[in-house]
């Protein structure tokens, strides 16, 4: 998954007179405060730690209130989601305008209507209890049904609660560290289909690009002329015309 990176950064940080004696404790405190929280600092999420303390002598900071300095290097994992980055979460909750998805257990997202590629529709599938019956109300649809989205290319492509799936990052809002997701790429949707169907996407990508290419040469083939279709397969027979004609006379 995209997104995440190990930094190695030097820092110095302020230390409490009165936590002098216990550095490492205050250090260890310090960094942990950060974890889970979007830091301009790092430019992204602080998920884990590596610490080692340069230099064990304090040195005293001259600011509004006196601090010691402590030196040390760290190695950070962050998650730092940018536009077009892909990522991966699980499926929590599907509405038919919507998909909302849990990225690494804390980071929210949401696909709404608009970025769901027009493959998949939303659809409630009864469970065996309602097979047979020919109407049903909403409110036991809700009840007893499992909403899904399916794709209607590839009916095993299904997107349900509990399915990870792989999108695409439109935006990030990093006060809440919610994310607003995209699957219109037809590299997106069920990671676990995805996977097992690699082939048959490349295959699909290859016959859509075939057709386009096949309608570019028939767009190619023939010319408007004063509101006229003339194709160059008429134009061969207008030669072949004139050609006998000649011969005749």
Known sequence: MEGLKVSDADLVLRVPPSKSSRA??????????HLFQFSEIF????LAYDVDIVDQNAKIIQVIQPSSGVRLKAKLLLF????????????????????HVIVLGFASAVIIDEDIREEFEFRTDLNSVLKGIMAVSTHILQKHGKEVF???????????????????????????????GSLKPTNTGSIHWLDNNVIEISLTDRSGMKRESENEMERHEHAVLGGEKISVCNDQIKKSKKRRLREES
Request: with cysteine; hydrophobic share 40%; glycine share 4%.
């Open 80 to 99: 730092s989601p940018k536009p077009n980055m892909s990522l991966e979460g699980r499926v929590v909750k599907l509405t038919p305008e919507s998909i």
């Open 43 to 46: 430019d992204g999420v602080l």
């Open 150 to 180: 399916r794709s209607k290319a590839h009916s095993r492509h299904v997107i349900k609660v509990g399915t990870v799936i792989r999108f695409l990052v439109k935006s990030l809002d990093k006060e809440i560290l919610h994310i607003c």
């Open 24 to 33: 490492s404790q205050a250090i260890l405190r310090e960094l942990s405060s």
